[in-house]
């Protein structure tokens, strides 16, 4: 009973603090263009957002989900602007079908062309995220459609000094690949492309070696800023276990006696400020923004201890009006450990190419062709994967709609069997339909 009346005090004066606070009434104008803010009463009614697209926002304050100043859903702001606070939800579902081809299939299992079909629901976010003492940004998420550690899909805190010199620490994205760093659901497609998420193949029977190209999630501290508003850089240094694992598990490489840890970095040039992290909206028609990048890492005995992983990637994005475009090569050297007592090394290549253009409103086409030798240096052979997308921007609703179809195209194999087994896993035809939400 105590415990029940002190919760009621604390709500209470969290009441009366929002009371004092100015809010602002948010509402978008029949283009979406642009924002109309009107002050109202002292009473606790909607909300406060600040204006969409700034490069202070756009550029610091990008979490992966929502940014602080996103006009979805609301957010709480003190009188001086030193403390933000922005609670939100983001929810993707899809109905997606999946064709394989024979190769692969045991009709003695009653294996089926069609499988990994029907509905699922890749993330399940509810988070917050915000700003305090006017120099430290902060966000934590939880997807509750993973499983394991990717269920803490996000947790960091940003220190800023300047805008040209910040400090981020706790579980957010790897600076590597513009397709992963992207703002979830800000994506031209549903899913990433196969060069970066898919396995690459290696002819050694180890289980703990499947390293994809795409580093996404982990957990480390960087340091990262924009220079006069054109040049970024991230610097920083990550467990290299990926989004499941949320424990220090690393030691000493016994190669070269340097922390076992993934080592990263990506510079950027974005000649007309702050490139947005986003591959199109209805609301930045008016955008002119790109953005050139250099990356690496190299993850230290990675792999359970088996591999030591040297990635380099290059990129190219831009917004202009209506328009998207984005080009991306990345390159993978494998080389194992001392232990493994395998000499040989490999390296995979990867790329892709995609455009968006907003026919309407609300409407936005896509093409996307993803190539990918994931065989790497052992065979020939490599895979391409062309893709359609249309997606529909519900108006006054945050809800995006999108459908799209991709074709996995095999090419160059010297016999069949190599044909036949660098698709593993792939299938031939994928079509999806998803809807998305955020607030």
């Not at 957010?75 to 190769?103: A, C, H, W």
């Not at 994506?187 to 390293?211: D, E, G, K």
């Given at each position: 009973?105590?415990?029940?009346?002190?919760?009621?005090?604390?709500?209470?004066?969290?009441?009366?603090?929002?009371?004092?606070?100015?809010?602002?009434?948010?509402?978008?104008?029949?283009?979406?263009?642009?924002?109309?803010?009107?002050?109202?009463?002292?009473?606790?009614?909607?909300?406060?957002?600040?204006?969409?697209?700034?490069?202070?926002?756009?550029?610091?304050r990008e979490n992966g989900v929502l940014p602080i100043a996103d006009?979805?859903?609301?957010?709480?702001?003190?009188?001086?602007?030193?403390?933000?606070?922005?609670?939100?939800?983001?929810?993707?579902?899809?109905?997606?079908?999946?064709?394989?081809?024979?190769?692969?299939?045991?009709?003695?299992?009653?294996?089926?062309?069609?499988?990994?079909?029907?509905?699922?629901?890749?993330?399940?976010?509810?988070?917050?995220?915000?700003?305090?003492?006017?120099?430290?940004?902060?966000?934590?998420?939880?997807?509750?459609?993973?499983?394991?550690?990717?269920?803490?899909?996000?947790?960091?805190?940003?220190?800023?000094?300047?805008?040209?010199?910040?400090?981020?620490?706790?579980?957010?994205?790897?600076?590597f690949a513009h397709a992963y760093l992207t703002t979830l659901g800000?994506?031209?497609?549903?899913?990433?492309?196969?060069?970066?998420?898919?396995?690459?193949?290696?002819?050694?029977?180890?289980?703990?070696?499947?390293?994809?190209?795409g580093t996404g999630f982990d957990l480390g501290f960087e340091m990262?800023?924009?220079?006069?508003?054109?040049?970024?850089?991230?610097?920083?240094?990550?467990?290299?276990?990926?989004?499941?694992?949320?424990?220090?598990?690393?030691?000493?490489?016994?190669?070269?006696?340097?922390?076992?840890?993934?080592?990263?970095?990506?510079?950027?040039?974005?000649?007309?400020?702050?490139?947005?992290?986003?591959?199109?909206?209805?609301?930045?028609?008016?955008?002119?923004?790109?953005?050139?990048?250099?990356?690496?890492?190299?993850?230290?005995?990675?792999?359970?201890?088996?591999?030591?992983?040297?990635?380099?990637?290059?990129?190219?994005?831009?917004?202009?009006?209506?328009?998207?475009?984005?080009?991306?090569?990345?390159?993978?050297?494998?080389?194992?450990?001392?232990?493994?007592?395998?000499?040989?090394?490999?390296?995979?290549?990867?790329?892709?190419?995609?455009?968006?253009?907003?026919?309407?409103?609300?409407?936005?086409?896509?093409?996307?062709?993803?190539?990918?030798?994931?065989?790497?240096?052992?065979?020939?052979?490599?895979?391409?994967?062309?893709?359609?997308?249309?997606?529909?921007?519900?108006?006054?609703?945050?809800?995006?709609?999108?459908?799209?179809?991709?074709?996995?195209?095999?090419?160059?194999?010297?016999?069949?069997?190599?044909?036949?087994?660098?698709?593993?896993?792939?299938?031939?035809?994928?079509?999806?339909?998803?809807?998305?939400?955020?607030?």
């Open positions: 009973m105590k415990l029940y009346f002190q919760s009621l005090k604390i709500l209470a004066v969290a009441i009366v603090a929002m009371q004092a606070m100015p809010i602002w009434a948010v509402e978008e104008d029949v283009e979406g263009d642009t924002l109309k803010s009107s002050k109202t009463s002292n009473s606790f009614k909607e909300l406060l957002t600040p204006k969409e697209s700034t490069p202070d926002t756009g550029y610091d006009n979805r859903g609301f957010t709480l702001q003190s009188k001086d602007g030193r403390f933000v606070f922005k609670p939100y939800m983001f929810i993707q579902t899809t109905l997606g079908l999946n064709y394989y081809d024979d190769e692969g299939l045991d009709r003695a299992y009653n294996q089926d062309n069609i499988a990994n079909s029907g509905f699922s629901i890749p993330y399940g976010i509810i988070g917050f995220t915000g700003k305090a003492f006017g120099c430290i940004d902060y966000n934590v998420s939880i997807n509750a459609a993973a499983s394991g550690g990717a269920v803490l899909q996000q947790a960091w805190l940003d220190y800023a000094v300047s805008p040209a010199i910040r400090f981020r620490v706790g579980k957010f994205k790897t600076p800000e994506t031209l497609f549903p899913t990433l492309p196969v060069s970066l998420t898919a396995s690459v193949i290696l002819p050694y029977s180890l289980n703990a070696v499947t390293p994809n190209i990262h800023g924009l220079i006069k508003d054109k040049f970024g850089y991230e610097v920083g240094i990550f467990n290299g276990t990926g989004a499941n694992v949320n424990l220090a598990t690393k030691g000493i490489s016994d190669d070269n006696h340097l922390p076992s840890l993934l080592y990263a970095g990506r510079l950027t040039y974005q000649p007309f400020g702050a490139m947005p992290a986003t591959q199109g909206s209805p609301k930045l028609f008016n955008a002119k923004k790109a953005l050139f990048g250099i990356s690496a890492s190299f993850n230290n005995e990675a792999a359970s201890e088996s591999t030591n992983e040297l990635r380099l990637g290059l990129e190219a994005s831009a917004l202009l009006g209506r328009w998207y475009f984005a080009a991306e090569a990345y390159w993978m050297h494998l080389g194992f450990t001392k232990r493994q007592k395998i000499n040989e090394t490999y390296n995979y290549w990867g790329a892709y190419a995609q455009v968006g253009y907003f026919v309407a409103r609300s409407w936005q086409l896509g093409l996307r062709y993803d190539w990918f030798n994931r065989n790497g240096s052992s065979k020939d052979g490599s895979l391409n994967a062309p893709a359609v997308v249309c997606n529909f921007y519900v108006p006054k609703t945050n809800l995006k709609v999108s459908a799209m179809y991709q074709f996995n195209g095999r090419w160059g194999h010297k016999t069949q069997l190599d044909r036949d087994l660098d698709d593993l896993g792939i299938p031939t035809h994928s079509a999806m339909l998803m809807l998305q939400y955020a607030f």
